[in-house]
Each structure stands twice: as C-alpha cells, then as structure tokens.
C-alpha cells in the first residue's frame, strides 16, 4: 500500500500529497542547497514513511530528520558534481532501459553497477531500516519482483528489484531480499558535518519557505550525521 493511503487508514497527523508526489510548484520549496531545491512534498513523503514505524515521534521531529539525514546531503551532492551527475544518471537510465527491454537484472548489474557488480547487484537481505529512507520508502511500496527507480540518493542512481519480503509490524524490521544497480556518485568526506554546520548558519543552505524551515529546523540540528553508519550501495554497514 503507497505510505499517503497507508498514513490516512491509520489517521497519522501528516499532509500528504499524491504517492509518490508529483512535480513540485515553485512554492513547494522549502530550501535551496547551493541552488538545489528541497521540496516540501519529499520531506512529508519521508516523514510519513518514518511515522509508521515511530508513531510516538512528533511529527516536526521526523521531517527534520528527513530534511538532514537525506534530503540535504543528497542537494549537495547534486549541487557540487554536475558532470558526474549528468554522467550517473545517463548511466542509470541506459540500464533501466536495458531492463524494460527484457534483460536480466542480475546480468544489467553484473555489468553495469558500481556496487556488488560481482554478485551480479544482490545485497542479500536486510531490513529496509538498513537503506536510505528515500530507499526504504520505493522498498515499502514496491511488490516483489517489480523494479523501481531510478532514485536518487546522497550516494547516486539507484535501481530496486525486491525478490522476496517478510513483513514485520513496524515497516522498517521488514525483511527483504534486494538487488540493486547502482551508478555512484561518491559523497565528499565530511559532507554530512558541514551540512549541519550550514544549516545552522544558514552558509549554504538558503531557507525558502522560512516558516516551515524554523519549525523543523531544531529537529534537523539533531541528527546524528549518518555518513559513517552507510555503505556506498545505499545500506548500513553489517
């Protein structure tokens, strides 16, 4: 079930738009990262997704940690790597294709991916905890067998393919066995401590829609810097 339509049948106290939103308005932003965009539709998506395994957070709580632990960095990421951007996400795009044209994902990740390329993509199975929550969300959503993405995290493109899940009450303990491609686009050394410190200066990140951006903010300033704690395909280290 999309996180929106879930988030509503258990009455969680969170705006949600259309799952997985839309386009965004210009007066969606909520904050530019070196001109990158943050939008709000993305931060509530997130904050949704993390509400239905920590009912008991505020709900301010969980949009600053989607706003620091995913969103921010992977703005940065975009803003100070144009050409391995561009080049990632051509990359990404001829393997998705490849995929829609009938080809193996196993055989598309053995020869395509930057992680796990000699397990032909297969990350074995972990929780969707384990992932990036702009991973975790597409896992949540995702029937078995079906390929999402791509997405794009602090770390690159990403394509997911579920091949088998184990469901578990609180959404983030659920099992799953994934396989992924990955087209990286390495994260800089210290990026994550930086964006704290900008956001608490307001350096690098520019606050669009002030008042929202004020009331998560404190929330932001908290979390912990999660660089350290993932793996470059996008999980926690075992």
Request: hydrophobic letters at 45%; glycine letters at 8%; aromatic letters at 4%.
């Amino acid at each position: 079930m999309p996180v929106c339509a879930l988030a509503a049948l258990l009455a969680l106290p969170i705006a949600c738009g259309a799952d997985p939103p839309a386009p965004a308005a210009a007066d969606d932003l909520v904050a530019r990262v070196e001109g990158e965009p943050v939008r709000r539709a993305e931060i509530e998506r997130l904050a949704t997704f993390q509400a239905l395994s920590f009912p008991n957070h505020s709900i301010d709580a969980l949009r600053g940690n989607a706003l620091a632990g995913s969103l921010l960095p992977r703005a940065l990421a975009r803003a100070r790597h144009p050409r391995e951007e561009a080049a990632a996400r051509e990359k990404i795009d001829l393997a998705r294709a490849r995929l829609d044209a009938g080809e193996a994902f196993e055989t598309v990740a053995a020869e395509m991916s930057d992680a796990l390329a000699g397990e032909r993509g297969d990350l074995g199975l972990l929780a969707i905890g384990d992932l990036d929550p702009l991973l975790g969300v597409e896992i949540f959503e995702s029937a078995v067998g079906e390929v999402r993405g791509p997405v794009r995290t602090r770390f690159g493109w990403h394509l997911l393919r579920v091949s088998e899940r184990h469901e578990a009450p609180r959404p983030w303990e659920t099992a799953i066995h994934l396989h992924q491609i990955l087209a990286r686009i390495a994260p800089d050394a210290g990026a994550d401590r930086r964006l704290l410190e900008a956001l608490r200066e307001e350096a690098i990140v520019e606050p669009v829609d002030r008042e929202f951006f004020e009331r998560i903010r404190p929330a932001a300033l908290r979390v912990r810097a999660p660089e350290a704690g993932r793996r470059p395909e996008g999980g926690k280290k075992p």
